[in-house]
């Protein structure tokens, strides 16, 4: 997902037998269903985890900004190009709640915005998927912040107050963002042939990416089993891709596109979509950092950083003259 | 960038006149930095009538060791609720 196969640095999932006494009383809030909160004991995995996890999520809203970036000067019309600055403002609004959650665990901005810009922190697989046609803004919106809604939603009943704080905010953005991707979607769908095609080969291409978001099934995976018992994963990779399948596919039947699997069919008896196998092997690649834009992004997310610190120094040089004016009167 | 920028707390009043709601916070250089950062974090869809911020440094908070301390003397005070004194459905307005 935003955050993917986030590592809690155990080998096993704590037993009840395995826990101390502080442990066994964090586990019994979170089971009862208390949030909690920043200054609250907790167990130092839990903590780091969840650093690892909000973080994640955060670059990934600040690195998502640049596959939209592209299209900004390009939009087909002013109003196109209004709509697709207020998302790309929201991404940046999304990253710096998040910055704000994983902040109250310990560490600090610049120090998150370091391990990103030097390339030791992840961010989603899928924002390393070049934007080729402006159906690729239509399709990210209604697939990527569609797969996203389906990750995020439950994360706002997640055991960290903050965390499910900041996820309440950004949900309600989100459904703003994909539903403005549909809309682009049913432009070109509805339009001439050549743009139903482009809308076709946009959804032809982030299909399987979109799937991938989602990571590789976790049943067998001890840090999903862990984060799932702190209640920072409520479920499984499989569940929410399945969800998305469900109710992506009327979508683009709606819009008269056809989904890029020949395996895809409703199974009557499962009461669910079947679809076909997933080029893992593509996903583990892209997060390697081969993947068609890895270099390119970071490259980018660096160099708007770099420009942007003479202005941030006279922000501060600015701060300090007033704060001694102030001291001297 | 040597220096971090502080932490402020920020606090909205919606549009209806209630309290200033505590809604998140950011990083900013000075105060006015960060009321102008605030109104591009917290009120891109008409949130607010009126920001606050704050330095998350200058807020005294309660720690989490004294909740039985401080919270539970009001448990055993039900009589503060009204619903703790039945009313004859006959009486009106009260």
Redesign the interface.
């Known amino acids: 997902m935003y955050a993917q196969m986030v590592d809690t640095g155990l080998k096993q999932v704590q037993s009840h037998a395995d826990m101390s006494d502080e442990e066994q009383a964090f586990q019994a809030r979170i089971d009862a269903g208390v949030k909690i909160?920043p200054?609250?004991?907790m167990p130092e995995a839990y903590r780091r985890t969840l650093v690892r996890q909000i973080s994640q999520h955060a670059h990934s809203e600040i690195v998502g900004q640049l596959p939209e970036g592209n299209w900004v000067t390009r939009a087909p019309t002013l109003k196109r190009k209004s709509i697709l600055l207020?998302k790309i403002?929201?991404e940046a609004?999304h990253g710096?709640?998040l910055y704000?959650a994983a902040?109250t665990l310990g560490v600090?901005?610049?120090e998150l915005l370091d391990a990103l810009h030097a390339g030791k922190a992840k961010y989603s697989s899928i924002f390393n998927y070049p934007t080729l046609t402006w159906a690729d803004i239509g399709a990210i919106g209604w697939l990527v912040d569609g797969a996203a809604i389906i990750n995020q939603v439950p994360l706002c009943r997640c055991s960290f107050g903050p965390y499910a704080?900041?996820m309440i905010?950004v949900c309600k953005?989100e459904a703003f963002h994909a539903r403005q991707g549909y809309d682009i979607m049913m432009k070109l769908a509805g339009g001439t042939p050549e743009q139903k095609a482009m809308a076709q080969d946009a959804l032809n291409r982030w299909w399987w990416p979109s799937l991938m978001m989602f990571g590789p099934s976790d049943a067998e995976s001890v840090n999903s089993a862990q984060s799932a018992a702190w209640r920072i994963k409520l479920f499984s990779n499989d569940e929410l891709r399945q969800r998305m399948v469900d109710q992506t596919v009327p979508q683009a039947e709606f819009l008269g596109l056809a989904i890029p699997d020949p395996d895809l069919k409703w199974n009557e008896e499962r009461g669910h979509y079947d679809f076909g196998a997933i080029d893992w092997d593509e996903f583990y690649n892209v997060l390697k950092g081969n993947g068609p834009c890895n270099r390119e992004r970071l490259r980018t997310r660096v160099k708007a950083y770099e420009d942007g610190?003479w202005f941030?120094?006279a922000?501060?040089a600015?701060?300090e003259k007033?704060?001694a004016t102030q001291a001297a009167a | 960038?040597s220096?971090?920028?502080p932490?402020w707390e920020v606090f909205i009043r919606s549009q209806h006149g209630l309290a200033h709601k505590h809604v998140?916070?950011?990083?900013a250089?000075?105060a006015e930095?960060a009321i102008n950062n605030a109104r591009?974090?917290y009120t891109?869809?008409n949130e607010g009538v009126s920001i606050w911020v704050v330095k998350a440094a200058d807020i005294v908070?309660s720690?989490?060791a004294d909740k039985e301390a401080l919270f539970e003397p009001s448990n055993s005070k039900v009589y503060r609720h009204p619903t703790f004194f039945p009313m004859p459905e006959e009486v009106k307005n009260l």
């Open positions: 909160e200054k609250d004991w207020a403002q929201d609004g710096l709640y704000s902040e600090s901005r610049d704080r900041a905010r953005e610190e941030r120094e922000l501060v600015h701060a007033q704060a | 960038m220096k971090e920028w932490l998140g916070s950011l990083h250089p000075d930095m591009d974090v891109r869809r908070a720690s989490p």
